[in-house]
Nanobody, 127 residues
């Protein structure tokens, strides 16, 4: 069982920055690919970013956030973070931390690949 707890959401003006953090339980955190997924009102969940297991040497981003968002992990602290810069109103959503504990064969950019989810944190970007 993996428990994920997000923090760091809030209200920010367009062009501003926020940093989301996710604390994970479990002694094998470093073996999970970790991701961030978001869901805007009335829309389907969508992949935002992912970081590979162990060293986190590989990162993946959806096109619309590439160059603005940075995902990172700290295995010593069992945390994964998402630094979001130059935020836009279209980034407004509930952001979920997700863990890929059992690989099902999907791409890491497919939100359905992830097995465990946090409760979500609201990010609102005003224009």
């Amino acid at each position: 069982q993996v428990q994920l707890v997000e923090s760091g959401g809030g209200l920010v003006q367009a062009g501003g920055s926020l940093r989301l953090s996710c604390a994970a339980s479990g002694r094998t955190f470093s073996s999970y690919t970790m991701g961030w997924v978001r869901q805007a009102p009335g829309k389907e969940r969508e992949f935002v970013a992912a970081v590979s297991s162990w060293s986190g040497s590989k990162t993946y981003y959806r096109d619309s956030v590439n160059g603005r968002f940075t995902i990172s992990r700290d295995n010593a602290k069992n945390t994964v973070s998402l630094q979001m810069n130059n935020l836009k109103p279209e980034d407004t959503a509930v952001y979920y931390c997700a863990a890929d504990v059992v690989w099902s064969g999907r791409s890491y950019s497919d939100y359905r690949e992830y097995n465990y989810w946090g409760q979500g944190t609201q990010v609102t970007v005003s224009s």
